[in-house]
C-alpha cells in the first residue's frame, strides 16, 4: 500500500486538463498545485505562517543541498525536515538530479553515479541512487525522487540515450533502496526532445510501478514551445490514475499549458526569486517596481488579489522599499508572488470542474500579456 493516494475528480479540455486530490501522510492537496521551492529548508524569505497566508500547502526541498548543510543526519535527528523547518504540510524533495545538469562543472558522472565538488567548499559529495534515497528517507519528506540524469536540451544523441538508460537503471536501484513506508517514491521520466527516447524512458518507469511520475529535463535551455510539445507527447504516457509532476517549470503561462496538457504538480523558484528582484506577477501582468512610474501610485500591487500585501501596502510603499534596499520589500512581493502562483492554480482547478478551462486559460493568458 503507497503512502500516497490520488484521486482524479474531474478532466476537461478534450479530457486532459484534470483536477484531482493527492493524499499524502502530511495532509490531502488539491491539483493542480504548484509547490513554492524551500531548497535548503526554508521558502526565501518567507515563514511558514506566510506561506499559509499565500495559501500554499505543499513545498519543495533538495537532497543535494541539504545533504551539504546542514547534513541529512542532523536534519533527522532534529526530527525530520517537517519538524526542522516548522512546515506541517506536505512536503517533497528533488533527488538531487537536476544538479547534475546545474553543476556540471562541478561534477563527475559516470554509471554508479556523480562525484560532486562542493560549490560551497570543495568538498567531495557523492551521489548514488542507493545514497540519494537514504538522504531523502532521512529528511522524512512524503513524496521523494529518484534519483536521475537531467541532460541539456539539444545534447548529442548517444549522451541523450546514456541518460535515458541510467535513468532507469538507476530508477530501479532507488526502488530496491527505498524502504519508508511513509513515503512515496515518484519515477522522473527524462529523454529531453526526442519523442522516441520519451516514450521509451516512460514505459519503463511505468513498468516500476511508482506511486507517481515526474516529467524531468525541461526548463534546461530549449524553447516554450518545445517544452510543450513534450509535455503533450509525454503526459498520455503515463497511468491517469496517478499524479504527473512537471519538474522545474514556473512561467505562469506554462503552467496553465502544463494543466492543458494533463499536468498535476509544478515547481519553481521563479515567484521567490522574481520576488526578491522587485517583479510581481499579478492578473494584469508583470509589474517592475523599480519603474518610476510607481513612485506616487496608490493603488495595490494587484486589485484582484486578498494577500497581506496587496490588502495593506500601495506600489509605491513597495518600490521605496526597494530604492532603499528594505528587506521588507522582497519579502512582500515574494509573498505576492506565491500567493498568486497559488491562485492561478486555484482558478484553474475551479475552470476545469466546471468545464471551462480553456475559457479561462484564454482570458488569463491575454490579461497577463498586459504589462502595467
Known sequence: ???????????????QARAGLLHTPHGTVETPIFMPVGTRASVKGLTPEQLRQASASMILGNTYHLALRPGSAIVAEMGGLHRFMGWNGPILTDSGGFQVFSLESLRQLDDDGVEFKSHLDGATLRLTPE????????????????FDECPPAGCPADQLERAVARTTTWARRCKEAHSRSDQGLFGIVQGGLDPAQRARSARELVELDFPGYAIGGLSVG???DQMHQMVEVTAPMLPTDKPRYLMGVGRPEDLLEGVARGIDMFDCVMPTRNGRNALAFTSRGKVRLRNSQHERDPAPLDPACLCPT???????????????????????????NVAFYQRTMR??????????????????LAEWGQSP
Open 131 to 146: 545514497r540519494a534515497t537514504q538522504i531523502q528517507e532521512e529528511l522524512g519528506a512524503d513524496i521523494v525522487m529518484c
Open 310 to 336: 496587496c490588502t495593506q501596502f500601495s506600489r509605491a510603499y513597495l518600490r521605496h522599499l526597494f530604492q532603499v534596499e528594505e528587506m521588507l520589500g522582497p519579502i512582500l512581493v515574494s509573498l505576492h
Open 1 to 15: 500500500m503507497s503512502a500516497i493516494g490520488f484521486e482524479l475528480i474531474a478532466t476537461d479540455w478534450a479530457g
Open 222 to 224: 530549449e524553447s516554450a
Open 347 to 364: 482558478e484553474a482547478r475551479q475552470a476545469i470542474q466546471e468545464g471551462a478551462f480553456d475559457a479561462y486559460r484564454s482570458r488569463a
